[in-house]
């Protein structure tokens, strides 16, 4: 049997939904409020647990070709001091997938090609929507009505529409902390050009990730960098000042800190306050799944979010399938496969969440001597305990 599957919103999560249902042959139309779909940030590390849901959807070639190898991770101190240098190789057969650092606009560019401009319309913005066991419609701001037989709402961290499936509002939460990102030509002198390197110290962090060429041979190399700081909330956001804000920040810290920050290009760096929402009760409502940060906004500080948007599309389209298949009646089966989403997901990505805020914490300073603590066991850091970490949350998601 095939659904009328009504995607709102074209990021990452909700291009993933939409391919996903595609490959079982639904019918799908993704609705995105903006007109022209520019992704905010300079790039992403898709871990092995995303990439394999790439793989499954038919992108994992591109996506590797696309992005950066990411063989080692070094921790140094503040001033350039080495703490740890280690290779992620063992990880990577241990998962049997590689991580893939690769530019959020490639990401975006090849979900989109592949879902198909003819099944993707901008500037749709949806308000609303009604449900119950035989139907769902869609409002949208112009007066527009659709009907659907599944409604993926996949509208971002500031969700309109995840406060009425969860039938309560839902704040987002500041972390604590802001985060600087831009992509800048890879150099030996900035950090070793398979290495992802993060400088720690004074609760900040400077990250350097080698992203390749975007998979064109003759194109320069480039790192993926960020600086965090801790700050209060709502501190002034002024591209002309993104340096001067930086040397203040970083003052004293290593030359390749300060080469960084006198070559990133303002105009392509984006400054974002990180939130998160606590982790939520349900995902679902009568014919309608939530995904991706409207579910689940978290701290960057594992590199999982877009992962787990991966994931829940990924589920989700199974789910779904699996119990047109098992159940006779098509009421029934949605009403079944949106629960086995709900069980399947509610638990893995609230954890997460939690996890995340946690390693934000330590990360930022919220509490000195654990900061402090974290610092000292990178010194000692051979790389094992850092590898079990990343590897549990990947062979914990749907595809091992
Ligand atoms: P979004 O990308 O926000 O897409 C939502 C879409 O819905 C948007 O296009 C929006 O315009 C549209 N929309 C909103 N409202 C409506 C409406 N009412 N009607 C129609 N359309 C609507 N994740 C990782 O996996 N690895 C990382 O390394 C990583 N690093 C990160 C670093 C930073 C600094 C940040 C902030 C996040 C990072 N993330 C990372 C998280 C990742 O960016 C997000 O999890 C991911 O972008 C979420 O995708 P999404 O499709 O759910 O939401």
Redesign the pocket.
């Given at each position: 049997m095939s659904l009328n599957v009504l995607v709102?919103?074209?990021?990452?999560?909700?291009l993933s939904a939409a391919l996903a249902f595609q490959q079982h042959g639904h019918r799908v139309t993704v609705?995105?409020?903006?007109e022209d779909?520019r992704?905010i940030?300079a790039a992403?590390?898709?871990?092995s647990n995303?990439v394999k849901v790439m793989h499954q959807l038919g992108l994992g070639t591109t996506i590797e070709r696309l992005s950066g190898d990411m063989q080692r991770m070094r921790y140094l101190r503040h001033d350039g001091e080495l703490l740890s240098d280690f290779s992620l190789t063992p990880l990577y057969e241990d998962v049997e997938q590689r991580a893939c650092p690769i530019a959020r606009a490639a990401l975006q560019q090849t979900l989109f090609d592949a879902v198909g401009a003819e099944h993707i319309e901008l500037g749709?913005?949806?308000?609303d929507y009604v449900s119950n066991a035989d139907g769902v419609t869609a409002f949208f701001a112009d007066g527009r009505q659709v009907t659907a037989d599944l409604l993926v709402v996949?509208?971002?961290?500031?969700?309109?529409?995840r406060n009425k499936i969860i039938g309560r509002p839902v704040e987002r939460q500041y972390v604590g902390y802001v985060?600087w990102?831009v992509r800048v030509q890879a150099t030996a002198e900035l950090a070793p050009l398979d290495s992802w390197d993060q400088y720690v110290g004074e609760s900040k962090r400077v990250s350097l990730m080698p992203m390749g060429t975007g998979g064109n041979a003759d194109a320069e190399q480039e790192f993926y960098c960020?600086f965090d700081v801790p700050l209060p909330a709502n501190t002034p956001n002024e591209p002309a000042r993104y340096r001067e804000e930086l040397r203040e920040h970083f003052s004293g810290w290593s030359d390749a800190v300060q080469t960084l920050i006198e070559h990133f290009d303002s105009a392509r760096m984006a400054r974002?306050e990180?939130h998160d929402i606590e982790p939520l009760e349900t995902l679902i409502d009568t014919r309608v799944a939530l995904?991706?940060?409207?579910a689940h906004g978290?701290a960057?500080d594992l590199?999982?979010?877009?992962?787990?948007?991966m994931e829940d599309a990924w589920v989700l389209a199974q789910v779904v399938q699996k119990a047109l298949e098992d159940v006779p009646t098509p009421n029934e089966a949605l009403r079944q496969a949106l629960d086995n989403y709900n069980t399947a997901r509610v638990k893995r990505v609230g954890e997460i969440v939690a996890r995340a805020r946690t390693r934000a914490q330590m990360i930022h300073g919220h509490t000195p001597a654990l900061t402090q603590n974290w610092y000292d066991e990178l010194s000692r850091e051979d790389g094992q305990g850092v590898r079990e970490g990343i590897k549990k949350t990947i062979l914990g998601g749907p595809l091992g």
């Open positions: 709102i919103g074209a990021g990452m999560g909700g609705m995105e409020r903006v779909i992704p940030g992403i590390s898709l871990w995303g749709q913005h949806c308000v996949a509208d971002g961290t500031h969700s309109k529409l985060n990102n960020f974002v990180i995904l991706g940060d409207a978290m960057p590199g999982q979010g877009g992962c787990q948007a």
